[in-house]
């Protein structure tokens, strides 16, 4: 099988030399973690303690607040000092913070579930559910919800996304190379919930030692197929992976189930893994600190609610002249003023510009060019959809797909008048979502 892709789409720096030969290394405890109760899409959880109570790692302290919503276990032993509002990434939600004790004692219902084999579909989700197990990639969707689909809705494939096609990002590369046999495991077993005897691996050409890995790592079962991917941006959005590795296409509108797939990320299948072999609940997860801002990049696997700050501290620091911090990769990530929030199960990246890095260009009148409508993976119209957002006509933008973007920002990438694209899309949907909830 040759190198499979999609249409459209941008070939940006891949910026990976800073950490993508650098192991992982796991993080110094934190003296206290504070763990949101809001980390993934859905429902917050509602605390299961109170100020004072003794916890143990992998005790659940946080209740699923609805389906589409999942638990939240402690990272640490130790003691609840607060519950209450705490910063997060983008504003605050109620957190609880934990004082480590050091001891790191795992809690009783920490224990194997049992061989695969003798698991059902039904008993795997359950288990996915109860391990507050969402998608790692960047996004923080219930991985249970997504592995329940409407009886309608008939899956026949199964996809992990290795590509990591974000720049600067290693820590899937990194799990792929150090860690493939859990990611073969979470596939087989994801593969069994639908009854399927066939999955893939999507792996970016530019990731040679990971394909290679991958394949050996599959080797005992002959339904895992490993694909390689032409290396191009945004082919690891599931949108874009159905496409290449199967040629389906999602419907306007639609969900993965609608092409009949379901794409999960090689860190979720690794944790599906961790959940069913130990018992132990998502907890921690690595992430890459990187960029020209930080003294020593690294993959490094920290714990749920600890600090940013202190991540960044454990990297050597900040360089003097840095310009712009930001959560996950520079493509989709999120630049944020401050480093005064904890991490959580979606924290992939933290990365760190220089002042001459992020120094943003003037921008300018669009001149139709027509770059942004050519490498758009969606088959969008961004400047129609942006120059309706700027002038709050939410109904054209409506109309004109908006909320079909999936936020890569290639768009923005690829515009010679450095117009916000990203951006105002990225407000239009948010306006346009939060108009249709009112209504309903």
């Given at each position: 099988?040759?190198?499979?892709?999609?249409k459209?789409?941008?070939?940006?720096?891949?910026?990976?030399?800073?950490?993508e030969?650098?192991?992982?290394?796991i993080?110094?405890?934190?003296a206290?973690?504070?763990?949101?109760?809001?980390?993934?899409?859905g429902?917050?959880?509602?605390?299961l303690v109170k100020?004072g109570?003794?916890?143990?790692v992998?005790?659940?302290?946080?209740e699923?607040?609805?389906?589409v919503?999942?638990?939240?276990?402690?990272s640490?032993?130790?003691?609840?000092?607060a519950?209450?509002?705490?910063a997060?990434?983008?504003?605050?939600?109620?957190?609880?913070?934990?004082?480590?004790?050091?001891?790191?004692?795992?809690?009783?219902?920490?224990?194997?579930?049992?061989?695969l084999?003798?698991l059902?579909?039904?008993e795997?989700v359950?288990i996915?559910k109860?391990?507050?197990i969402?998608?790692?990639?960047g996004?923080?969707?219930?991985?249970h919800?997504?592995?329940?689909p409407?009886?309608d809705?008939?899956?026949?494939?199964v996809?992990?996304?290795?590509?990591e096609c974000?720049?600067y990002l290693?820590?899937?590369y990194?799990?792929?190379?150090?860690?493939?046999?859990?990611?073969?495991?979470?596939?087989?077993?994801?593969?069994?919930?639908?009854?399927?005897?066939?999955?893939?691996?999507?792996?970016e050409?530019?990731k040679p030692?990971?394909?290679?890995?991958?394949k050996?790592?599959?080797?005992?079962?002959?339904?895992i197929?490993i694909?390689?991917?032409?290396t191009?941006?945004?082919?690891g959005?599931?949108?874009?992976?159905?496409?290449?590795?199967?040629?389906?296409?999602?419907?306007?509108?639609?969900?993965?189930m609608?092409?009949?797939?379901v794409?999960?990320?090689v860190?979720?299948?690794?944790?599906?893994a961790?959940?069913?072999?130990t018992?132990?609940?998502l907890?921690?997860?690595?992430?890459?600190?990187?960029?020209k801002?930080?003294?020593?990049?690294k993959?490094i696997?920290i714990?749920?609610?600890?600090?940013i700050?202190?991540i960044?501290?454990?990297?050597?620091?900040?360089?003097e002249?840095i310009?712009?911090?930001?959560m996950?990769?520079?493509?989709?990530?999120?630049?944020?003023?401050?480093?005064q929030?904890?991490?959580?199960?979606t924290t992939?990246?933290?990365?760190?510009?220089t002042?001459?890095?992020?120094?943003?260009p003037?921008e300018?009148q669009c001149?139709?060019?027509?770059k942004?409508?050519?490498?758009?993976?969606?088959?969008?119209?961004p400047?129609?959809i942006?120059a309706?957002?700027?002038?709050?006509?939410?109904e054209?933008?409506?109309k004109?797909?908006?909320?079909?973007?999936?936020e890569?920002?290639?768009c923005?990438?690829?515009?010679?008048?450095?117009r916000?694209?990203?951006?105002s899309?990225?407000?239009?949907?948010?306006?346009?979502?939060?108009?249709?909830?009112k209504?309903?």
């Amino acid at each position: 099988m040759g190198l499979l892709s999609f249409k459209g789409g941008i070939h940006p720096p891949h910026s990976k030399e800073y950490t993508e030969d650098k192991p992982v290394v796991i993080a110094a405890e934190p003296a206290m973690v504070h763990i949101p109760l809001r980390q993934h899409i859905g429902a917050p959880a509602s605390s299961l303690v109170k100020v004072g109570d003794v916890v143990k790692v992998g005790q659940k302290i946080g209740e699923a607040g609805g389906f589409v919503s999942v638990p939240i276990h402690s990272s640490v032993s130790g003691i609840v000092k607060a519950v209450k509002n705490h910063a997060i990434l983008g504003g605050s939600t109620l957190t609880i913070s934990i004082e480590n004790d050091m001891e790191n004692e795992v809690h009783e219902s920490v224990q194997p579930k049992g061989k695969l084999d003798d698991l059902s579909g039904k008993e795997i989700v359950e288990i996915i559910k109860e391990a507050g197990i969402v998608g790692m990639g960047g996004a923080g969707f219930p991985t249970h919800v997504k592995l329940s689909p409407p009886a309608d809705k008939k899956i026949d494939v199964v996809i992990l996304n290795g590509a990591e096609c974000e720049p600067y990002l290693t820590n899937d590369y990194r799990l792929m190379l150090e860690n493939p046999s859990d990611i073969i495991f979470g596939l087989e077993a994801v593969m069994k919930v639908f009854n399927l005897k066939e999955g893939y691996i999507g792996i970016e050409d530019n990731k040679p030692e990971a394909i290679k890995v991958m394949k050996e790592a599959a080797k005992g079962n002959p339904g895992i197929k490993i694909v390689g991917l032409r290396t191009k941006y945004p082919q690891g959005a599931e949108k874009q992976l159905i496409a290449a590795v199967t040629g389906r296409e999602v419907p306007s509108g639609g969900l993965p189930m609608e092409a009949g797939a379901v794409v999960n990320n090689v860190s979720t299948a690794a944790a599906i893994a961790t959940a069913i072999n130990t018992g132990m609940p998502l907890i921690d997860r690595i992430c890459t600190v990187t960029g020209k801002g930080i003294k020593e990049p690294k993959n490094i696997k920290i714990k749920v609610g600890t600090m940013i700050s202190e991540i960044v501290e454990q990297c050597g620091g900040y360089e003097e002249n840095i310009g712009k911090l930001i959560m996950g990769g520079p493509m989709m990530g999120i630049a944020t003023h401050t480093d005064q929030f904890p991490s959580t199960k979606t924290t992939s990246g933290i990365l760190v510009f220089t002042e001459e890095e992020a120094r943003i260009p003037e921008e300018s009148q669009c001149i139709k060019c027509g770059k942004c409508v050519e490498t758009c993976p969606s088959f969008l119209q961004p400047s129609y959809i942006s120059a309706y957002a700027l002038i709050n006509n939410l109904e054209m933008a409506e109309k004109y797909n908006a909320l079909d973007c999936i936020e890569c920002g290639t768009c923005s990438f690829v515009c010679p008048s450095k117009r916000p694209l990203l951006e105002s899309i990225r407000l239009a949907k948010r306006e346009i979502l939060a108009q249709r909830r009112k209504t309903k």
